[in-house]
């Protein structure tokens, strides 16, 4: 069965930085694009960075585009979400995703999630 | 941006009763590449339905989406115990953007 499990969050001040990190088994992850999606507290969800299988490209959602860096580890079948500059709107359930590329990294879709790392950012 | 606008924001039924979600996208979902989510409390968003009709592996063939261009919907043939929860749309044809979500509870 695929499972994936993220782990790292935690509260943070605002302006701090922390890295989650999604491990994954019973799948490769080198064959998969990888995603993070969050959810703040009782509200939906949002895609926030996307990564190619290789790790060569990788895209962001506006919001965090310059704070958030996505990264993998293919030998680890590991993913990771570097967050830096940590706002109060950042605080929210980070899910890492398994994803299904439609068009290359520019239409997907999410087959797999993990159970998700609270992210709480405040003073 | 597509917007996705589902409705109704809440859907009040019994067990056995059918149940039907709406998502209307701003502008057309090219493609129709359009997706379903279940999120149960405490739980991480479960795929149900990719392509806006075809059902992701293993779930039960109650489920079933239909629609295209702007207007789509996920039908619960006959609501099962476990069925009540958040649903979310997703279009995948433009980007990626999610739907605020149908929240189907006990009536």
């Known amino acids: 069965e695929v499972q994936l499990l993220e782990s790292g969050g935690g509260l943070v001040q605002p302006g701090g930085s922390l890295r989650l990190s999604c491990t994954v088994s019973?799948?490769?992850?080198?064959?998969?694009?990888m995603s993070w999606v969050r959810q703040a507290p009782g509200k939906g969800l949002e895609w926030v960075s996307i990564?190619?299988?290789?790790?060569?490209?990788?895209y962001y959602a506006d919001s965090v585009k310059g704070r958030f860096t996505i990264s993998r580890d293919n030998s680890k079948n590991t993913l990771w979400l570097q967050m830096n500059s940590l706002r109060a709107e950042d605080t929210a359930i980070y899910y890492c995703?398994?994803?299904?590329?439609?068009?290359?990294?520019?239409?997907?879709?999410?087959?797999?999630w993990g159970q998700g790392t609270l992210v709480t950012v405040s003073s | 941006e597509i917007v996705l606008t589902q409705s109704p924001g809440t859907l009040s039924l019994s067990p056995g009763e059918r149940a039907t979600l709406s998502c209307r996208a701003s502008?057309?979902?090219?493609?129709?590449?359009l997706a379903w989510y279940q999120q149960k409390p405490g739980q991480a968003p479960r795929l149900l339905i990719y392509?806006?009709?075809s059902r992701a592996t293993g779930i039960p063939d109650r489920f079933s989406g239909s629609g295209s261009g702007t207007d789509f919907s996920l039908t619960i043939s006959r609501l099962q115990p476990e069925d009540f929860a958040v649903y979310y749309c997703?279009?995948?044809?433009?980007?990626?953007?999610f739907g605020g979500g149908t929240k189907v509870e006990i009536k």
């Open positions: 997703q279009q995948y044809g433009t980007s990626s953007t």
């Open positions: 019973e799948f490769t992850i080198s064959n998969y694009a």
């Open positions: 990564i190619s299988g290789s790790g060569g490209t990788a």
């Open positions: 995703a398994k994803t299904v590329m439609v068009r290359g990294l520019i239409t997907y879709y999410f087959d797999y």
């Open positions: 392509d806006a009709s």
């Open positions: 502008q057309s979902v090219g493609s129709n590449y």
